[in-house]
């Protein structure tokens, strides 16, 4: 089993910037495809972006320019920078990532972008 642990989240205004972490509770290259998915109020859960084992990196095309995903493997930890928020930005954060064929979500961290 795995843990995975969002930090980072908070108010900001827009056109700022906020970088969310994830920890992983076990070493973060035994976690397969590992990603950031977000959720507004009243609409589902879409995915941000994505690292693969070896660093490969996919994005939402809502994001693309703006946010980059990256991963320290020493400290079995995820990042998501994001610059250039909006308020279309703001929505609960959720880490993801499959450990030994189980999906595991994270408890999520609310990004908030207003004046």
């Known amino acids: 089993q795995v843990q995975l642990v969002e930090s980072g989240g908070g108010l900001v205004q827009p056109g700022g910037s906020l970088r969310l972490s994830c920890a992983a509770s076990?070493?973060?290259?035994?976690?397969?495809?590992m990603g950031w998915y977000r959720q507004a109020p009243g609409k589902e859960r879409d995915l941000v972006a994505r690292i693969t084992d070896g660093g490969n990196t996919n994005y939402a095309d809502f994001v693309k320019g703006r946010f980059a995903i990256s991963r320290d493997n020493t400290k079995n930890t995820m990042y998501l920078q994001m610059n250039s928020l909006t308020p279309e930005d703001t929505a609960v954060y959720y880490c993801?990532?499959?450990?030994?064929?189980?999906?595991?979500w994270g408890q999520g961290t609310q990004v908030t972008v207003s004046s």
């Open positions: 993801n990532g499959r450990y030994w064929g189980r999906n595991y």
């Open positions: 076990v070493n973060i290259l035994a976690i397969n495809a």
